[in-house]
């Protein structure tokens, strides 16, 4: 990645979720922002050849459909953000200066309902309409002197408390505008309040406490806008009734991030992410197969057994899941249970024939025949 490109994802990265500064609408025609939008296009390039993109249809609609609703609201010649999910079990929801709003399986893992999520999109399409990403970076190129370090270094030596101030006064408008998008949409704008507790519990779990002190702030901030400094505060929201919408479309998020976080070794994020989906889908045999590697990875007391009986679920529901075959013979085969290994081997070569483990697949099965 070439410096200049490494300084605009760094820029991104400290407006995840958070800014605001300069006018919008001669957005597309100012210097800085004509080559910010060029960088950002090859950084989704390069998110798109790593293969992190969850290209599901009805994932993708949904959430568009909302995004429009949205904008509708929002007193701008800008095109509409396009929305899009990258497959990181991180809690990641960031704009890029070109209307690309990427939201991560992570963060509508612990979405709750579609105001909700509605909160996120309005917060980072403030980023985009206003432009922060430019702003900050002229900043940030102004406030450096020729130190000859890598930017990121600069980055630490010179933002100090200019950029700091910069960043905070852009999260509050971020937040006060996003607000104000949210409720003339018609969602209910205190939904963000438990939103922002399940995060803080999330971080909480994953030793993250610099950032739940961030997001604590947030929440007084928060209260202060929706006009909630004490006591109860309800609102009725455009979407009620939408629920059961909501979270059939985001079984395939589930899924997704549940195999992502199993890759990263999150294996708590793991388990509550497939667990959620196997309520709304009980009947999905790879769900059934992630459920059983997830316990099995964990290793924990009874996860074998545990393990034992989610493969076979996932048989009884489709006999000819190659995956849970595998699984199944190499339980067995390392317990040593040779004869019992030897069929469900048989079957995922049989179902599995362009697998790239058939190779040490079958020299299991060879073991198992002498």
Not at 43 to 49: F, I, N, R, S, Y
Not at 103 to 109: A, E, V
Not at 257 to 267: H, K, S, V
Request: hydrophobic fraction near 40%; include cysteine; charged fraction near 20%.
């Amino acid at each position: 990645m070439t410096p200049q490109r490494y300084l605009v994802a760094w820029m991104i990265l400290l407006l995840a979720w958070a800014t605001p500064l300069a006018a919008a609408n001669a957005a597309a025609s100012n210097p800085t922002t004509t080559r910010l939008w060029r960088l950002a296009a090859q950084e989704q390039a390069m998110l798109e050849q790593r293969g992190v993109v969850l290209h599901e249809a009805s994932v993708s609609s949904y959430l568009q459909s909302v995004a429009e609703r949205l904008w509708e609201q929002v007193p701008t010649d800008l095109s509409t953000p396009t929305v899009k999910v990258i497959m990181d079990p991180r809690m990641q929801a960031y704009a890029y200066p070109n209307g690309y709003c990427f939201l991560s399986t992570g963060i509508l893992n612990r979405i709750e309902n579609e105001d909700q999520l509605a909160m996120i999109l309005a917060h980072e399409m403030v980023h985009y309409v206003r432009q922060h990403t430019a702003a900050l970076y002229d900043h940030f190129q102004m406030s450096i002197p020729s130190t000859g370090l890598p930017y990121a270094d600069q980055g630490q030596a010179a933002g100090g408390l200019a950029m700091k101030q910069k960043i905070d006064a852009a999260e509050y408008q971020a937040d006060d505008e996003g607000l104000a998008i949210l409720k003339a949409a018609g969602y209910c704008e205190a939904e963000i309040l438990s939103l922002m507790s399940n995060l803080i519990n999330s971080l909480q779990d994953q030793g993250a406490l610099a950032s739940v002190g961030r997001l604590e702030n947030r929440i007084k901030t928060m209260k202060t806008l929706i006009g909630q400094t004490q006591g109860g505060f309800s609102c009725t929201s455009a979407s009620d009734g939408n629920q059961d919408v909501f979270l059939n479309r985001m079984t395939p998020v589930l899924m997704a991030n549940a195999q992502a976080a199993l890759t990263c070794g999150d294996w708590n994020q793991a388990d509550q992410s497939i667990s959620k989906f196997l309520v709304l889908k009980p009947d999905d045999a790879r769900a059934h197969y992630l459920k059983g590697e997830i316990l099995r990875r964990r290793n924990d007391g009874d996860g074998k057994n545990q393990c034992i009986g989610s493969y076979l679920k996932a048989l009884k529901i489709d006999p000819e899941f190659p995956l849970a075959h595998r699984a199944l013979g190499e339980l067995h085969f390392k317990a040593g249970r040779f004869q019992t290994a030897k069929p469900y081997f048989e079957a995922f070569l049989s179902l599995a024939p362009q697998d790239d483990a058939r190779a040490f697949i079958k020299g299991y099965l060879r073991q198992c025949r002498n």
